[in-house]
């Protein structure tokens, strides 16, 4: 790899340290290519992204970043987890790890918040964005639902106090 490959990867790096809010460190031990290329997939799928990198063109991307203190953490083969929702790598990596003893969470951090193992699985075990706004807009949605049911009940009980006083005529 030469200087402006070097280069361009740094500045790929420190672009997306800025643009995302939570850092995964997992060390790698050996895993396979499809091993890696279903993680990959499976990170894609959550709209996180899994990179392996050399740590030292890491530690100068992370510079200037938010996420200089990751630097401790990058040793070894380390591959970095990124993403714009803080939950999704997490529960990706830590599923992962659940089946493949070959990958090991390291760490992380959420802006200059450092996570260790422990708060990468705690990470994981929140609940997603999507899952949130789910929530809310049910949340939102069930009061609405109830105030129509009250304004329909008086509606329906002299529909069926005018269908009794029909029945009774007709008999």
Do not use: C, H, W
Not at 5 to 20: D, H, I, P, R, Y
Not at 39 to 55: F, I
Not at 146 to 171: H, N, S, T
């Amino acid at each position: 790899m030469d200087r402006a490959q070097k280069a361009e990867l740094v500045a790929e790096l420190q672009s997306t340290f800025k643009g995302t809010s939570v850092v995964i460190v997992t060390r790698n031990l050996g895993l396979t290519v499809a091993q890696s290329t279903a993680l990959r997939l499976k990170m894609r799928d959550a709209g996180a992204s899994y990179k392996v990198s050399k740590n030292k063109l890491a530690r100068i991307a992370v510079e200037g970043t938010p996420y200089t203190a990751i630097n401790d953490l990058l040793v070894g083969p380390t591959a970095l987890s990124t993403s714009a929702d803080p939950v999704a790598p997490a529960k990706v990596i830590v599923d992962f790890a659940k089946t493949n003893d070959k990958l090991e969470i390291v760490g992380g951090a959420m802006g200059d918040t450092v996570l260790d193992v422990a708060g990468v699985k705690a990470l994981a075990e929140l609940p997603s964005l999507d899952e949130l706004r789910a929530k809310i807009v049910g949340l939102v949605q069930a009061p609405a639902t109830k105030v129509v049911q009250i304004v329909q009940a008086p509606a329906g009980q002299l529909a069926r106090v005018f269908g009794a006083y029909a029945a009774k005529e007709d008999a």
